[in-house]
């Protein structure tokens, strides 16, 4: 079963609130280390899976690509990226990620914070692998296994509501995480580090970067920003197709 939470016309209203849907690219924490990493898009053809409202794809298309698609499974969501990232050389496309089925077609392929949403990795990596061109580039980011693998995603507290730790549990336990977001119940998948890195390899890629994105500086006067120093919240993986 494929969830799609963001066509819930409240949860939708309240992921419009965040900071990275009014800011864009520069609203998002990780973007200061994602854009470090991201290749050449230059006469290239781009896949974002997941894309959400568009930024990435417009990135891409600003910096020279020829043709990006974007694919999401959320009609909003899609709807929200013609309007505010319409570009002639973007095609968006309302498709789960796991439908995906091109050969030898990109030249990059992109997911910002999608891929944990997804149960079997392996059979989506398999299509990623295929879908690119060789030395074609993957990169992608997803929620840090440290943060996803004891499930409820929140600090512990003290009787006067002060942050005391994050938890960490059952962290080899891969699988089913069901959390809270934006007040909605939600359905994750944690895996470990290695996981994510040994299924790389093992399907063909070559490593690149791995990156435990950290907020920038000048982000760390928003409200608890401050503590996300405390435990890793993001992970960054670039990778190219042997």
């Known amino acids: 079963m494929k969830e799609n939470k963001y066509d819930n016309e409240k949860f939708f209203k309240k ?4 900071e990275r849907s009014k800011k864009g690219l520069e609203g998002a924490g990780e973007w200061y280390e994602l854009k470090k990493i991201l290749p050449d898009f230059n006469n290239k053809k781009v896949l974002d899976l997941g894309c959400g409202y568009g930024w990435h794809c417009s990135y891409a298309s600003d910096n020279g690509a020829d043709l990006v698609i974007g694919t999401d499974i959320s009609e909003k969501m899609l709807e929200e990226a013609r309007n505010k990232n319409n570009r002639e050389n973007i095609n968006y496309i309302c498709m789960a990620m796991e439908d995906i089925n091109y050969q030898d077609e990109f030249d990059i ?14 059979e989506l990596l ?10 074609g580039e993957f990169i992608f980011s997803v929620e840090h296994p440290v943060f996803t693998a ?12 002060n942050i005391m730790h994050f938890p960490v549990d059952n962290y080899y336990y891969e699988g089913k995480r069901n959390t809270v977001f934006l007040g909605e119940n939600v359905t994750k998948y944690h895996r470990t580090i290695t ?7 093992r399907e063909g890629f070559e490593l690149k970067r791995v990156v435990e994105p950290k907020p920038p500086e000048e982000m760390m006067y928003i409200d608890g920003m401050k503590d ?6 993001m992970l960054i993986i670039s990778a190219v197709k042997k």
Request: net charge neutral.
């Open 195 to 201: 996981t994510y890195i040994d299924k790389l390899l």
């Open 15 to 18: 992921y419009a609130e965040m």
């Open 109 to 122: 392929i992109i997911s910002s914070l999608a891929i944990h949403y997804i149960e079997n990795f392996n």
């Open 150 to 161: 004891e499930g409820k995603q929140d600090w512990y507290y003290d009787e006067n509501g």
């Open 228 to 233: 996300e120093m405390r435990r890793p919240m």
């Open 126 to 135: 398999s299509k990623i692998y295929k879908s690119l061109k060789t030395k």
